[in-house]
């Protein structure tokens, strides 16, 4: 048995220690926001933050994950709350600031990318606060196993919000 941590609660699970974290994350937890893209690294759709830290779900076994904190795209709004220490009753009802500033810029088309890219936006506004232009494209393309692809042409849309976001984010920092 591995036990995991995902969006703040432990879940014992009876999976091989290789299954890939993805499979547990939508198969047996029924978490829909990591994608399965290409399966192997090179696209980010699966992606998910562990420790803080954006990997892909995809090739990520099991037992990497086990005593890990896992957040997925579903576990933003509590991260955020948590974070700025809203009340229980505020955390039901607010969005983590980068899925608000997704849906102010309308930055998904298609969607089926979207997970990873607010998924490393996240990553990125915390730790850098007032990121440059310069910076967010880094994030996007080298600083990961690979770059984040989006097939509908999405980047300008992404780079604006998580500008957006950061105004969000980065206030006071
Ligand atoms: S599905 Fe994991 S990187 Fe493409
Ligand atoms: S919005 Fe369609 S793949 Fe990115």
Redesign the pocket.
Known sequence: MVSINVNGVRRDLQAPNDTPLLYVLRNELELSGPQFGCGLSQCG?CSVLLDGKEVRSCVTPLSAAAGKEITTLEGLPARWAKQKGLSAADAKSTLHPVQQAWIDEQ????????NG?MIKAVELLESVAHPTVAQIKEAFTTSGPSAH??????YTAILEAVQRAATVTGKGR
């Open positions: 759709s930055t998904p088309l298609c969607g089926f990318c979207q890219m692809l989006c097939r509908c042409g999405s």
